[in-house]
């Protein structure tokens, strides 16, 4: 069975800096054509493609949050990570992590996390 | 403002039928494979069409995708309860010299 589960705090402080790590089962980082994203998704608003790493350790992001986001890999740990630095209160968000290329869609993201909610407050 | 545009609500009564759009541009949806999501209340978006037209096994043949130029189009046919939910289309940009994936800004599925 395919999981991926996200963990991370629940609160951070503004300026601060994010990580999350997603953690996937049933099948490996390293699988040709499968790569993870992160997407997010503000209280009643609509998903924010965020990161995304390939196989091949090829990474792509948001070009508007690019600067503020890196995203890795551990495939021995079957983890994938994402910092974000500089945190503001409009960061609050559930954050999810996807699997994108596996049950044959290429261009898909086939299984989610079950999400992680992060709060930025002071 | 999300790059793919998809009209904020539809609705539908029980048993009928209802279509989403998702209008793009060359640089998304004119050169890629589009998909659809179904999210519903408090928990996780679910794929419900990929490459534009396949279902995911497990996914009723009541839905169904469909791509014309810039522009793609989720069908539902014998609207369930079940189905309030709000649908996202996505897919690949290749605009500003990068790849990224994009998103719609969400249709929200009433079923009166």
């Known amino acids: 069975q395919v999981t991926l589960k996200e963990s991370g705090p629940v609160l951070v402080k503004p300026t601060e800096t994010l990580t999350l790590t997603c953690t996937v089962s049933?099948?490996?980082?390293?699988?040709?054509?499968?790569?993870v994203s992160w997407i997010r998704q503000p209280p009643g608003k609509a998903l924010e493609w965020l990161a995304h790493i390939f196989s091949n350790d090829e990474k792509s992001y948001s070009t508007s949050l690019k600067s503020r986001l890196t995203i890795s890999k551990d495939t021995s740990k079957s983890q994938v990570v994402l910092t974000m630095t500089n945190m503001d209160p409009v960061d609050t968000a559930t954050y999810y992590c996807a699997r994108m290329g596996g049950s044959g869609a290429p261009d898909a993201f086939d299984i989610w996390g079950q999400g992680t909610m992060v709060t930025v407050s002071s | 403002q999300s790059v793919l545009t998809q009209p904020p609500s539809v609705s539908a009564a029980p048993g009928q039928k209802v279509t989403i759009s998702c209008s793009g541009s060359?640089?998304?949806?004119?050169?890629?494979?589009v998909s659809w999501y179904q999210q519903l209340p408090g928990t996780a978006p679910k794929l419900l069409i990929y490459?534009?037209?396949k279902r995911p096994s497990g996914i009723p043949d009541r839905f169904s995708g469909s791509k014309s130029g810039t522009s793609a189009t989720l069908g539902i046919t014998g609207l369930q309860t079940g189905d309030e939910a709000d649908y996202y289309c996505?897919?690949?940009?290749?605009?500003?010299?990068?790849?990224?994936?994009?998103f719609g800004g969400g249709t929200k599925l009433t079923v009166l």
């Open positions: 060359s640089s998304n949806i004119g050169n890629n494979y």
């Open positions: 049933g099948f490996s980082l390293s699988n040709a054509r499968m790569g």
């Open positions: 490459d534009n037209n």
């Open positions: 996505g897919t690949w940009d290749s605009s500003l010299s990068a790849r990224h994936v994009v």
